[in-house]
């Protein structure tokens, strides 16, 4: 149940594998350090996805990864060979559009400044919310440019989320929005992972990204991906399923494990992406997986046997 047990599980034998699996019948799976690296789908993973569909298992996809909007998601899964619909799909961008116009009713002649990429402009736009501000990619600055950084009064928020060609331009106009106090825009973080795993290493990811205007407003965001309230009520109130049957599946302690642990479910930790299995047994670490594994891949070999 909820992941604050003192000392996580480690699986590591087949018969501890099929145990694990028979307790549980819905996996919430995270993608980026999980599923796959990029567009590097990790070893096992697709044997274990179709073993676990083929033996009634039901798999949910929740991302942070704020890119792609889940029409596109469809398509990213598709290609690697893992089918998925737009409805088991919840991605931080998701999140982001369903809290600005559900929980916000985000005002119709207001729009939204993007540091952020497809998958924010995309899912705002399938929600009615315009959005400005991608197209600024690759608009450098001059130093005599600064006259052009001018109020937008149609600005009601600035969402940022993973923008790989963020820029000062960007981050200027955006500072000068939320600046703005008689404008009181809203500040909105699509997640705020420190990091993300690539087929290489980890990388600075969109809680990094965000900090230039974190220290110049003096202010924090609101933030929708895991392990946070926006993120677990769009998947709580599209999905009942028995939190007592449902898994939490990430390769996190602070946004994948923690979701878990928020959403009252048990979670497994993988050792492919970020957080490692010291810092998972660390006594002094908060929020702890019920159980670790290797590789989500590892299950595979229970439908080799
Ligand atoms: C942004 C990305 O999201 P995930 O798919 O892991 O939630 C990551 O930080 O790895
Ligand atoms: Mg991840």
Same mark, same amino acid.
């Given at each position: 149940m909820p992941s604050t047990t003192t000392v996580p599980?480690?699986?590591?034998?087949?018969?501890?594998?099929?145990?694990?699996?028979?307790? #549980?019948?819905?996996?919430?799976?995270d993608c980026d350090g999980v599923l796959w690296h990029g567009s590097h789908v990790l070893d096992g993973i697709l044997d274990t996805v179709k073993f676990l569909r083929e033996n009634g298992k039901q798999l949910v996809f929740v991302t942070n990864n704020s890119t792609l909007s889940r029409k596109n998601y469809?398509?990213?899964? !598709?290609?690697?060979?893992?089918?998925?619909? !737009?409805?088991?799909?919840?991605? *931080? *961008?998701?999140?982001?559009?369903?809290?600005?116009? $559900?929980?916000? $009713?985000?005002?119709?002649d207001k729009r939204v400044f993007v540091i952020g990429e497809s998958g924010i402009v995309d899912e705002l736009k399938e929600v009615g919310i315009e959005t400005?501000?991608?197209?600024?990619?690759?608009?450098? +600055?001059?130093?005599?440019?600064?006259?052009?950084? !001018?109020?937008?009064?149609?600005?009601?928020?600035?969402?940022?989320?993973?923008?790989? $060609?963020?820029?000062?331009?960007?981050?200027?106009?955006?500072?000068t929005y939320l600046n703005n106090k008689e404008q009181n825009a809203h500040f909105i973080l699509t997640n705020d992972d420190s990091t993300f795993p690539a087929p290489n290493g980890v990388f600075p990811g969109t809680g990094s990204l965000c900090q230039p205007l974190v220290a110049a407003l003096k202010r924090q965001p609101m933030v929708m991906g895991k392990p946070?309230?926006? +993120?677990?009520?769009?998947?709580? *109130? $599209? #999905?009942?399923t028995d939190p007592a049957r449902t898994c939490m599946v990430g390769d996190r302690l602070d946004t994948d494990i923690a979701f878990g642990a928020n959403g009252n479910i048990a979670t497994l930790m993988v050792l492919t992406g970020v957080s490692t299995e010291e810092e998972a047994v660390d006594p002094n670490q908060p929020i702890k997986p019920s159980y670790i594994i290797e590789s989500f891949g590892e299950f595979a070999k229970v439908g080799q046997e």
């Open positions: 599980q480690k699986l590591t034998t087949v018969d501890q594998y099929k145990t694990f699996l028979d307790k #549980y019948d819905t996996f919430l799976l469809v398509k990213k899964f !598709e290609k690697l060979g893992i089918h998925a619909s !737009e409805k088991d799909i919840f991605s *931080s *961008s998701f999140a982001t559009a369903v809290y600005l116009r $559900n929980i916000l $009713n985000f005002p119709k400005c501000g991608a197209s600024d990619t690759g608009v450098v +600055m001059a130093h005599g440019d600064f006259g052009s950084i !001018e109020q937008d009064p149609t600005i009601g928020a600035v969402v940022c989320g993973f923008d790989i $060609n963020i820029n000062y331009r960007k981050l200027a106009k955006a500072f946070n309230q926006p +993120m677990l009520d769009c998947f709580f *109130s $599209n #999905y009942h």
